[in-house]
């Protein structure tokens, strides 16, 4: 550079840029490399250049490895179905989960129970006693509690399952792993919620006398089946749209809640059969449902068991007409939402980490 | 041209990420009536084309910022590229971008299972490898701790020590082993030297060259997003080379008293020489 040295910093910042090379060689001739990055790049070496210690390579020769299979995408191979094909991993999730949710809580694994019990216990005060249902609807505890396990099961499901890749967002930043997994991690932990509960229901039938058909059995997991495909379709779709927009954990709640009036637990099938008529339309909407077939479906095995047991009891004891075709339909929807649910996670899990 | 030793093959790859300013309808609104933007692109990485074999260790270096952690999440399979492929033959374990994938909720114990499984190995390969995983992370009595609890350097270490007993094919370490002491990083290397010397391929990030230079027999050097130098495609390249160029590496300019930093005598000795 002519004509004396620069002294100030400002003077050289514009001694460099007037440079005839400075500028356009620098940033031009290497892609990407910023002006400064000589300078940087040399004050990192000085400040890390103890930051990890030399090692020397060992002396024997370097042994050659043969890795068996073809090159293949590192990204993990997701979808539901993989998931089942291997499921250690998933046990492993849920094993944790479980464990998460009772974490430093004196009743621990109780708390899952005395929720959907006092649930029970309010709603039979008010709904039975109160507002005296029980008198028009036999065995009404049993009608409850067919609603009550299946709704639990869903808002478990629902809720868990929406927040799950949020709350495990330090694992699905740094790990290459099926993301499926944490919101079916979710729906494993209802069934293992609401096993017991059945159990429960099972005993008190059996206990007021119970018998069964044909019809009964296949309503059962029927209704099982419906519930386990709604619920892991819902999972899967809101625990990845949950990424993108937080909101939807503040929903769940409130869906779930307006739920447990939208099928018939509280009320017999009765009180919305008197719609018929009138708004038939309403009624078609009401019985689509899939929580409430599967309530249907559950009841048409428990209740109506019962109810048989006790002879006959009138129209009031009775349920929906064509139930296990409206259930084969039902299903066969939620199998298909639950492969629309598929292919909507797989094309939104790709900006997850970066969306975290 | 891909033999079957080729360990990792990374074709043409970009990646960009949104950046969302406004989430919230209040603020979409507001910015909207200012004109301002509701997300920006940036640009990580630039049409990377590289390969690697089987039984390489290659150093990956490069500023803070210049798309190093990236190409690792890439090539570890957590991010996909927007363009190009990015392709691996066996399993792939490492430490990337920065902290151990642990949940923080759960004990050590749990998280050494959880991360042993997402990195591929099954119940019986960890219970057998299980007391040295825990042996070489010397975390000793915090085992059943809760992950939260754990130092940086702790955690560090057991995530260091599950990724590197899992008999991986290809081990990615990032810049991550910093945060641990020094006889736990020379234990690393050591161990690191040793998979090197089965025949594992290695990713190695880090801005210590020396450790690079013994650690590598290949080095990349990544500059805002754009792989400018590959030691084994640029004529007589070496580690020592990749070196050089991502530090200019003409005179040493900065003298030791020079607070300022550059000269201008070196600015302009910088100019001409590239």
Not at chain 1, 103 to 124: C, D, E, H, K, T
Not at chain 1, 153 to 180: H, Q
Not at chain 1, 196 to 205: A, N, W, Y
Not at chain 2, 113 to 141: P, Q, W, Y
């Amino acid at each position: 550079m002519s004509g004396g040295a620069p002294t100030s910093r400002e003077e050289r910042r514009e001694a460099r840029a007037s440079h005839p090379m400075a500028k356009e060689t620098i940033e031009e001739s290497r892609d990407g490399r910023k002006r400064n990055a000589a300078k940087r790049a040399r004050k990192m070496a000085r400040k890390k250049a103890d930051s990890m210690p030399v090692v020397e390579a060992l002396e024997a020769p370097q042994q050659t490895r043969v890795v068996e299979g073809e090159l293949v995408t590192p990204a993990p191979a997701g979808g539901v179905v993989g998931l089942f094909k291997a499921p250690y991993l998933l046990r492993l999730l849920v094993r944790r989960e479980i464990a998460k949710m009772y974490s430093a809580s004196v009743l621990g694994l109780l708390w899952s129970y005395i929720q959907p019990g006092l649930r029970f216990g309010v709603y039979y005060l008010v709904f039975g006693v109160l507002l005296d249902v029980q008198r028009s609807l036999p065995n009404f505890a049993i009608h409850l509690f067919c609603g009550i396990v299946f709704t639990h099961f869903f808002s478990e499901v629902f809720n868990g399952g929406t927040r799950s890749i949020w709350e495990n967002r330090t694992l699905v930043k740094k790990m290459a792993m099926p993301r499926e997994t944490f919101p079916i991690a979710h729906v494993i932990v209802g069934y293992y919620h609401i096993f017991p509960q059945i159990l429960l229901l099972f005993i008190c039938c059996l206990l007021s006398g119970f018998r069964t058909d044909l019809t009964g059995v296949v309503a059962l997991f029927l209704g099982t089946a419906i519930i386990s495909v709604f619920g892991m379709a819902v999972a899967l779709l809101f625990s990845a749209v949950n990424v993108y927009y937080r909101d939807f954990q503040n929903v769940t709640g409130t869906i779930t809640q307006m739920l447990h009036f939208m099928v018939p637990m509280m009320y017999g099938w009765d009180r919305i059969a008197g719609f018929q008529p009138t708004h038939p339309v309403l009624v078609q909407l009401y019985l689509a449902n899939p929580v409430c077939d599967s309530v249907i479906l559950l009841q048409r095995f428990f209740w109506t068991g019962v109810n048989m047991a006790d002879g006959d009891l009138g129209h009031n004891a009775e349920l929906p007409p064509h139930m296990l075709e409206r259930g084969g339909i039902t299903l066969a929807c939620c199998l298909v939402f639950l492969v629309l649910c598929q292919w909507a996670f797989s094309r939104l899990e790709h900006k997850f980490p970066e969306r975290l | 041209m891909v033999s079957s030793n080729t360990s990792i093959v990374v074709d043409d790859v970009s990646k960009i990420f949104t950046m969302h300013y406004h989430r919230s309808l209040k603020q979409i609104m507001v910015a909207k009536v200012r004109g301002l933007p509701l997300s920006e692109t940036f640009q990580a990485l630039t049409d990377i084309n590289f390969e690697v074999e089987q039984g390489e260790s290659v150093g990956l270096m490069g500023l803070n910022g210049s798309g190093k952690s990236t190409l690792l999440t890439l090539i570890n399979g957590v991010l996909k590229p927007d363009s190009g492929t990015v392709k691996t033959r066996g399993r792939v374990a490492g430490l990337i971008a920065t902290g151990a994938g642990f949940h923080p909720q759960l004990s050590g114990r749990d998280n050494l299972f959880l991360n042993a499984a997402i990195l591929g190995m099954s119940e019986a390969e960890t219970h057998r490898k299980f007391d040295e995983i825990v042996d070489f992370a010397d975390i000793g009595r915090f085992l059943d701790t809760p992950v939260s609890h754990y130092s940086s350097g702790m955690s560090a270490r057991l995530g260091f020590s599950i990724a590197i007993h899992v008999d991986a094919d290809i081990f990615l370490a990032d810049e991550v082993l910093a945060v641990g002491d020094k006889p736990f990083k020379v234990k690393c290397m050591a161990k690191m030297q040793e998979i090197r010397q089965q025949g594992t391929t290695i990713f190695y990030v880090s801005h210590a060259a020396a450790s690079v230079q013994h650690m590598c027999d290949r080095i990349l050097v990544l500059e805002g997003g754009h792989l400018n130098y590959d030691s084994k495609l640029v004529d007589g390249g070496s580690v020592e080379g990749g070196i050089k160029f991502l530090h200019y590496d003409d005179e040493e300019p900065d003298a030791p008293g020079d607070k300022n930093g550059i000269s201008a005598l070196a600015d302009s000795a910088l100019g001409a020489e590239i």
